[in-house]
């Protein structure tokens, strides 16, 4: 038994070890470990089967048999020069509007 002689509280042996509930001490904790730890083990061999492989990438894009021709289109950027689409011949050009309203 222990006894705190400050306050002369007399604690029982078998509520030693125990929170002011009578729980123990750090119970909380270790079933939610124990918990995690089971759903992990059995979650394990599963988690391979969840997902399918991906399709390459040359099986999801297709390239055109002729290529088509650029629009007819000029444009000038902020610096006053001139781009013509036709100019960049087999460059990629990506071309971008903002709008302010």
Same mark, same amino acid.
């Not at 002369?8 to 125990?18: A, N």
């Not at 939610?32 to 999801?60: E, N, R, V």
């Not at 000038?76 to 903002?98: A, C, I, M, Q």
């Given at each position: 038994?222990?006894?705190?002689?400050?306050? !002369?509280?007399?604690?029982?042996?078998?509520?030693? +070890?125990?929170?002011?509930?009578?729980?123990?001490?750090? +119970?909380?904790?270790?079933?939610?470990?124990?918990?995690?730890?089971?759903?992990?083990?059995?979650?394990?061999?599963?988690?391979?089967?969840?997902?399918?492989?991906?399709?390459?990438?040359?099986?999801?894009?297709?390239?055109?048999?002729?290529?088509?021709?650029?629009? !007819?289109?000029?444009?000038? !950027?902020?610096?006053?020069?001139?781009?013509?689409?036709? !100019?960049?011949? +087999?460059?990629?050009?990506?071309?971008?509007?903002?709008?302010?309203?």
């Amino acid at each position: 038994m222990l006894i705190l002689l400050h306050y !002369d509280i007399r604690i029982p042996e078998k509520m030693q +070890g125990r929170n002011w509930r009578g729980e123990r001490k750090g +119970g909380d904790m270790t079933r939610y470990l124990k918990i995690f730890l089971a759903a992990a083990i059995l979650c394990t061999p599963g988690w391979g089967a969840l997902g399918k492989p991906c399709q390459a990438a040359s099986t999801i894009f297709h390239s055109y048999a002729k290529p088509v021709p650029p629009p !007819d289109f000029m444009i000038e !950027d902020l610096n006053g020069r001139r781009f013509n689409f036709k !100019d960049p011949s +087999g460059e990629v050009v990506l071309l971008n509007f903002w709008a302010t309203w």
